[in-house]
């Protein structure tokens, strides 16, 4: 049975936030589970969370709650890691030195099969860093890549590299489209995920050196790849491509771009509701109908992002990582792992591109 | 008295849109305009709002209304040009080969000194093109750049290169930081504008090469520029930093990105709130507020983007401009040249750059 490792003391409310989310993943999911950090700090976690129970805030969207698990009764196992890598350090170095830290150990407990999969919420850089050199790279893949799911109008778009890379070769992007399709195709369910490359334009052409290198790759495997041409930004959203293939700056720019524009909306939304009396009764009416439109955007929804190209399943959780977050990646993590991504990127690749 | 040319024929609704958004503008902000396209149709135009008036459909956000203009009685000037340059067509090759085209006589009629700024719907890069070739560049600058004007939580926010070029060197993100920070200053009043370096990560030394050097060379200049370091794409909206430099790519990529989030967002929105007739009920009540907010991140409102750079000032519009669009990049262009935005650029540079 899948196993996920947790980097416990990951992100900006570990360990609390994270053993919570590892707990509720636990349970909710039937997953046997390794937190891997300081052994006294994650048994403390445990120990109030079988006294107090998980008290979810609800992240301003959801009724705060109290859910009741009591630890000892899930499959969870407690490994040491007297290390802690912290944000601003340079991942290659920190985990260089730092060979007792969670991370590290956490993506060893993969490597070495005592868990199939790590779920991370701290350095992206250092966790990226410690599967690299942990995991190794799937064959034919030179870079792994962070594959961002994103709601759109219509079904759930790919965006891959999502900032693994802070540049990128026209081989790379076209290793990143690959996987993705994979990905879009095996997880999210897409038959035939249609590519495209993101450009400033659809024109053939437009654009700089990199993207219309890449352009050119994907049209030599049309035949194999639901090749599309050039897509626009605002393609990201509006769901008339699967998969979306560009530069891991590009990517991590426009990801936090729209989380900037969104926090603005719901800044403005809130704003204009407790404006006066009329307004706020108004804006309660409204409120609930503006949840369920904040839980489908939500990024606590989707969890985490995988890191694809590595041998081994990563999940990479944003800094802020609430509980809910957290179990929600222990769903994509296993969900990962059952389905065999990096089996069948692998097969995909020695059938018809080394060909 | 500031003049204004409006290529007439450029943009999707041209040129319908166009001449009513020029004359409503040249109303609205008492400014003379020199209408360049087809003669003909743009007399036919001039006949059917002088009979008709204005028709207003509101875009979905405003209350449809018929603006009563007579154009007789405004100072509009109209300059016949016989060709058009279409979306498509390679805009180097098509300013050379279509010397009469309106963007092309528009610009003209600036470099001639009988208007003094142009607004332009159609071809980005055919405006680009015939502004640069047509006026020549400000001294020191190697190439424009849309300098693009986004809301944020609490001033505008300037984002400079919006998308006028497909890739840059460092020398040109530092110059784009001391266009985007006059524009700040000049027309957006914000005294000692904060210029960061859009990247992947605050951290000196993230990001990749380009980004790195334009930092240093940033960095060198501290004295005279307000630098405040790496920023992230969230920032955009955030308003801690009043001039974002990024390569025009990554402009280009963000901002489209952005467009495609609002439209799934208000889509949303509209589906949530049409649900059901309770929802519809309260969903009617909460419309005037979700207006309210939707016309302060309308891009109508802001009407144009300056193309920062050349020697003149163009202004360059969404493709799908109205006519409450062009009225509004009436209002741009016109305090562009009253507030000498291209003569302080100038000055500064010889100031404190050259020296």
Redesign the interface.
């Known amino acids: 049975m899948t196993r996920i490792a947790v980097d416990a003391m990951g992100g900006d409310y570990a360990p609390r936030a994270i053993v919570e989310g590892a707990v509720w993943g636990a349970y909710e999911y039937n997953v046997p589970i390794e937190l891997v950090g300081r052994e006294d700090k994650i048994l403390a976690e445990l120990d109030r969370i079988k006294q107090e129970g998980i008290v979810f805030s609800g992240s301003g969207i959801f009724k705060p709650r109290r859910i009741k698990i009591n630890p000892e009764k899930l499959d969870i196992k407690v490994t040491h890691a007297s290390e802690t890598i912290e944000m601003?350090e340079a991942p290659g170095q920190a985990i260089r030195r730092k060979k007792n830290s969670s991370i590290v150990l956490a993506v060893k407990a993969v490597a070495s099969g005592s868990s199939d999969a790590v779920v991370a919420a701290g350095s992206t850089g250092a966790a990226m860093a410690s599967s690299l050199f942990g995991l190794g790279r799937l064959p034919g893949i030179e870079r792994p890549a962070i594959c961002l799911t994103l709601?759109?109008?219509k079904k759930p778009v790919v965006v891959i590299d999502g900032?693994a890379n802070?540049?990128s070769t026209p081989e790379m992007l076209f290793q990143f489209g690959i996987m993705g399709s994979i990905y879009s195709k095996t997880i999210l369910g897409i038959e035939n995920p249609r590519i495209g490359v993101?450009?400033?334009g659809e024109?053939r052409g437009?654009?700089?050196?990199l993207v219309n290198a890449a352009y050119q790759m994907f049209e030599q495997k049309k035949e194999q790849l639901n090749f599309i041409g050039n897509v626009?930004?605002?393609?990201?959203?509006?769901g008339n491509c699967d998969v979306i293939v560009?530069d891991?700056?590009?990517g991590?720019?426009?990801?936090?771009?729209?989380?900037?524009?969104?926090?603005?909306?719901f800044?403005?939304?809130k704003e204009?509701?407790t404006?006066n009396i009329i307004?706020s009764v108004?804006?309660a009416?409204?409120k609930p109908?503006?949840k369920?439109?904040y839980k489908?955007?939500n990024y606590e929804e989707f969890g985490g992002q995988l890191l694809l190209g590595v041998k081994g399943i990563t999940v990479i959780c944003h800094g802020r990582s609430t509980a809910y977050a957290i179990k929600n990646a222990i769903r994509v993590a296993k969900e990962a792992v059952e389905k065999e991504v990096n089996k069948k990127i692998d097969a995909f690749y020695k059938a018809t591109i080394e060909n």
Chains 1, 2 share one sequence.
């Open positions: 601003g709601p759109s109008m900032g802070a540049s993101l450009n400033i024109e437009k654009g700089n050196e626009e930004g605002k393609e990201v959203f509006l560009c891991g700056f590009v991590n720019v426009a990801l936090k771009t729209i989380e900037g524009a969104s926090s603005m909306l800044f403005m939304i204009q509701f404006d307004s108004i804006g009416l409204a109908f503006m369920k439109i489908r955007i």
